[in-house]
Structures are given as C-alpha cells and as structure tokens.
Nanobody, 115 residues
Framework: QVQLVESGGGLVQAGGSLRLSCARS????????MGWFRQAPGNRRELVAR???????NYADSVKGRFIISSDNVKNTVSLQMNNLKPEDTAIYYC?????????WGQGTQVTVSS
C-alpha cells in the first residue's frame, strides 16, 4: 500500500524559507509524477510544483523563481524548497503522487507566513 508522509511545515515570517519533504513508502513500478499542491481556506486545491519520473519540472506562475522541487529516487522522497515566502503562500500543502491514472495524497502540512 502506498503512503505519503509530509513534513517541514510551520510558521515563518514573510521573506523567510521553509523546506517541505514527502516520504513515499510502498512498492511502485513507475511514477508518472510527484508534486505539491496547496489549499488555502475558501480556495480550491491548486498545483504548486511537479516533477515527472524523468525529472521534468513545472511550477505555478505564483511560485516561479522562489520555489524549487526536487526528488531523490534512492530515498523515495520529494522536497519543496520555498524561499522568499509571502503571506499569500499560507495554505495546507499536500504531497501528490501519480501512478498511471491514479493519484495518491498525503495528509497535508500547514504552512503559515506572517506579514
């Protein structure tokens, strides 16, 4: 059974940095992509960043130049380095794994950016 466990959320002042990590357990043949989504109160869940099984990345326009996604296929982790955080980055961040047409989700980790 596949499980995703996020860590690294917290409270930070605007302009600060946080690093989120997602550890994957369970046997998977091949990964389409892993990524991070976020959901703020009253908003829809939105893509933040994604990395494919061959290492291609894409980012939401709002985080380009500030966030960096990376994966470690040996440790089965995906990380999100978040720099120059802004209050509008405040949300619950969810790790996502896509295998074929099926998506798995972590439980989410809260990121709060104070002004």
């Amino acid at each position: 059974q596949v499980q995703l466990v996020e860590s690294g959320g917290g409270l930070v002042q605007a302009g600060g940095s946080l690093r989120l990590s997602c550890a994957r357990s369970g046997s998977i043949r091949s990964i389409n992509s892993m990524g991070w989504f976020r959901q703020a109160p009253g908003n829809r869940r939105e893509l933040v960043a994604r990395i494919t099984g061959v290492g291609n990345t894409n980012y939401a326009d709002s985080v380009k130049g500030r966030f960096i996604i990376s994966s470690d296929n040996v440790k089965n982790t995906v990380s999100l380095q978040m720099n120059n955080l802004k209050p509008e980055d405040t949300a619950i961040y969810y790790c996502n794994l896509v295998v074929g047409t099926y998506g798995y989700w972590g439980q989410g980790t809260q990121v709060t950016v104070s002004s």
